[in-house]
């Protein structure tokens, strides 16, 4: 396999390039990435002389790049995860989400189309996306299935939504063979700290306030990103064309009992005193539109993919915990913009 991974710089990319990278040595590994303020190949060190992989600098609505790629590697499948990803900057800065993740995302189906039209077979657009396309769900027990209708509130998860609606096009109209997951909240190595699980560590360690939106009731679904990179590792090579898969943890939170055990964990692990970390917390103005709850109903990949987590949610938060206190350096060149030196110093 011919294999153009897009966003492979990012939080998930990264793991995701990794494993694909050491776990199939025979298929070629092309990471497209344009290294925004998000994409780090720091995140890669450990791989990027190996002989399966190429990384390549660039934006996935390149035509011609993207066109080059094709040609120059024989691209038989394309894992897109390049995107803009962040909720806070789509309500801030909406037009970038729709530029990357919906023009972007139209400009990989076209050259993919160009290149593959005449002989599908064996070829597969495998698309990642997220839960938060589905809307939000009251407090309770319902779930999201691949049933549910589409109902995105943010900037973000409308860019999102328009993108998994342009690929069903691509399988509906053109017969290209597509696939779609859909998954709940990531967290993490490598996670850029302004999410709330990497800001919120980032911050303890710094001994700076911690920002909980609202009353810190609101519900997220984590899942540990190695288990993400093992799903998205399945769907690729079992996935059925035209099928969407629903990933997700089975692992509820309000943000607020998440942001308490993150605290107690690191006061532990940092010598301070019980509670000295929970005294940071501080309730600020709700986020603009806020979903109340996401939840994943991961049934269909587990019966059908034999996919389940592998990782409980209290060694995942311990894991995540320990790296980032372990790379304080990868986390103060990441918040002071230092990490994009290291593609130049790399590269050039
Ligand atoms: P991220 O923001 O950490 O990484 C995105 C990567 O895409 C970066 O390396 C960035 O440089 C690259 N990129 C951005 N614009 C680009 C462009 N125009 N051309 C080429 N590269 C570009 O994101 P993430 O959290 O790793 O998310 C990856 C994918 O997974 C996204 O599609 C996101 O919607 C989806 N997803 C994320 C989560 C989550 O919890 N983080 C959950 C479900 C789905
Ligand atoms: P985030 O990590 O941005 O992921 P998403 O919005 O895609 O779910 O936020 C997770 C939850 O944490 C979400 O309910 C918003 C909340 N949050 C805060 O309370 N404070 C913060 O500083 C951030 C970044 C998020």
Redesign the pocket.
Known sequence: MNILI?????????HVVRRLVNKYPYDKIIN?????????LENLKDIESKSNYTFVK?????ETLVDDIFKKYQITHVV???????VDRSIKDPLIFL???IL?TANLLQVAKKHWADDYAGKLFYH?????VYGSLDMGTDLFTEETPYDPRSP?SAS?ASSDHLVRAFYHTYHMPVVIS??????GP???PE?LIPLFINNIIQKKPLPVYGKGENVRDW?Y?ED?ARAIDIILHKGKPGETYN?GGHNEWTNIGLVSLVCDIMDKKLGRLAGESRNLITYVTDRAGHDLRYAIDASKIKNELAWVPHETFETGIEKTIDWYLANETWLKNVTSGAYQAYYDKMYH
């Open positions: 897009t966003g492979g710089a990012g939080f998930i990319g990264s497209l990435d344009a290294l925004t303020y998000a994409g780090n660039g934006d996935i609505g390149d897109h995860l390049a995107a803009e990803s962040h530029k990357t993740n972007g990642i996306s997220t839960d938060e973000y999102k859909n998954c709940s909240n990531n967290y490598n996670h850029f999410k899942l990103v993400h990933i």
